[in-house]
């Protein structure tokens, strides 16, 4: 297949002019997006920054002639490549997506089909739109696997979605995307699954491709270190308004708006390390645990502990086996050896031995809202249900119970409570699930990556939230996280895995002063900053490192 591209690098290739989008809210619509312009040339890379409810999304899917459910583009002329797409017949733009324009979703788990193996369903597109043979595609998934550096390129297509791990299966996509060589891919916040390990890989492996056939990008993106790697220009958007947009080096450097300059700041937030309480033990301690994928190990002898009001992060790349442990710690996966202890007494191994109140105690946030909240149901029963089922609330104590829970988590009752939960933010859902945790009246919490999928600001804000929860009701947290910065903003204890094995753990403090495992120093190199040089150097310091020998090699994630 020719990967010659139907026009000359810098040529004007996508147009939005006056862009107006109106989403549907009780029954009326209410425009969100005001009027924005987007200019994007072939080969230019174009970062969509902001925070949560800004319109970056929504703009993006725009470029493709297209609106999600709930919206309708109401105003404005969006060209692509010398064709009207509002005009445009849906023929047309069938031909279109998938094809010239590729989309790269936030949540690859949520929008691969379970049913189908990776292999099939990245030759599903170039197949149906005649770009190639089906056994031509099976010979391109692989060389575009190999190019994006997930592991076993020849055979991981074999594989079913929930076979790989997060950051696999977002290379995966990101393959799916390339099927076709598109004019035009939007990345949706591409990277936020994953850690900063494979984050830099992936990093790499979207830029050199994109350079390579010449592609137009919108980076979606609400980690700003990020975009100063892949961005030639920002735009930043609030409220569905263009705040500021020029030169991504200018920006950075010199931003024009007050807000701008808020969303590119540091974040600053950090709690204090505290001291393990004396003459009391651990509140749950994990002791020589061993689990498997059926046959395959991917746990070996972890231990930690984690005591009553203080905060364990358990960090590591995408694969490293934290998720596993808390599956294990849940009792979801019982171990092959090894015990969990809670308040000195052996858990159960599976969770449906274990008794109410067993259960009640231990509680989870999951790193997506969007799958771990029903779209059915509304918020009254959300955070209702664990309420009467631990507690027996009913009637008017579980309605005020659930009103309480949601003024905890900082959200007007009246304006919340009988509203489902497609209908609110990424920031609002997780609030919602931090609220549907402590219905339940636990003493820990298990948060798994809580922020990730956040903007910074909301981010921050989630995490204040969780250490007023934690310093009111005496929790305990055990925090699964790939985000150091997050680490350094709340954790008293640190536990680093690698390879589903423990290889360093201890105080906060200790843990980010060298000297340092040399895991934990390719971890603390990985993390991006706000540097638009700063990849290209880091890179260049591996290859350096790799020609003499001395690279450290992340697991195969």
Request: hydrophobic content about 35%; proline content about 4%; charged content about 30%.
């Amino acid at each position: 297949m020719s990967d010659t591209k139907r026009g000359q690098k810098g040529d004007i290739l996508l147009e939005m002019k006056g862009l107006k989008i109106e989403g549907r809210a009780d029954e009326q619509w209410i425009e969100i997006v005001h009027g924005v312009d987007v200019t994007l040339r072939r080969g230019e890379v174009l970062g969509l920054i902001g925070e949560s409810g800004a319109g970056k999304s929504t703009i993006g899917l725009a470029a493709m002639g297209y609106a999600r459910d709930g919206c309708r583009i109401s105003g404005g002329e969006i060209w692509f490549d010398g064709t009207e797409l509002r005009s445009a017949s849906d023929e047309h733009l069938r031909k279109l997506r998938g094809h010239r324009i590729a989309y790269v979703a936030q949540s690859a788990a949520a929008s691969f089909n379970p049913a189908h193996r990776l292999i099939d369903q990245y030759c599903e597109s170039p197949v149906q739109h005649g770009v190639m043979s089906r056994d031509k595609a099976e010979k391109d998934a692989k060389d575009l696997f190999r190019r994006l550096r997930l592991p076993n390129p020849e055979t991981i297509g074999e594989r079913y979605p929930h076979q790989v791990s997060g950051g696999q299966l977002q290379r995966a996509m990101t393959a799916m995307a390339m099927s076709c060589r598109p004019d035009l891919i939007i990345f949706d916040e591409p990277t936020t699954a994953l850690d900063v390990t494979t984050q830099i890989e992936v990093l790499a492996a979207i830029r050199d491709i994109v350079d390579q056939f010449n592609t137009a990008a919108i980076y979606i993106t609400h980690d700003l270190a990020v975009v100063a790697q892949m961005a030639d220009t920002i735009k930043v958007l609030r409220y569905g308004n263009t705040v500021e947009e020029g030169d991504t080096r200018r920006m950075l450097a010199k931003p024009e708006e007050k807000y701008t300059s808020d969303l590119l700041a540091v974040r600053t937030y950090k709690r204090d390390q505290r001291d393990r309480p004396e003459n009391e033990g651990p509140l749950m301690q994990i002791r020589g645990v061993d689990a498997s994928y059926g046959t395959v190990p991917v746990l070996y002898d972890v231990s930690f502990d984690v005591y009553k009001k203080r905060t364990v992060a358990v960090v590591g790349e995408s694969g490293s086996g934290k998720s596993t442990t808390a599956r294990v710690i849940t009792g979801l996966l019982p171990p092959k050896a090894g015990e969990v202890y809670y308040r000195g007494e052996v858990l159960p191994a599976d969770y449906r031995q274990r008794n109410k109140d067993q259960l009640r105690r231990l509680q989870m946030i999951y790193q997506m809202p969007d799958t771990a909240l029903n779209p059915k149901s509304r918020i009254r029963d959300v955070i209702g249900r664990p309420a009467y089922f631990y507690l027996g609330l009913t009637g008017r104590k579980l309605e005020e119970r659930v009103r309480e829970l949601l003024r905890l988590v900082e959200l007007e009752p009246d304006q919340y409570i009988n509203r489902l939960t497609t209908e609110l933010s990424g920031g609002q859902k997780q609030r919602i699930c931090i609220a549907r945790a402590l219905a339940a009246e636990p003493e820990l919490i298990i948060c798994d990556e809580v922020t990730s999928a956040l903007d910074q600001l909301v981010a921050e804000e989630i995490l204040k939230l969780l250490q007023r929860m934690q310093d009111e009701f005496d929790l305990s947290y055990m925090f699964i996280t790939h985000d150091l910065a997050t680490v350094r903003a709340i954790s008293d204890e640190v536990v680093v895995m690698q390879n589903g094995r423990v290889v360093e753990q201890g105080p906060k403090e200790e843990m980010f002063t060298p000297p340092h495992h040399d895991y934990t120093d390719l971890l603390l190199s990985s993390v991006p900053e706000m540097d638009p040089d700063w990849l290209d150097r880091l890179l260049a310091e591996r290859a350096e490192m790799a020609r003499q020998g001395r690279v450290l090699k992340a697991a195969d994630n």
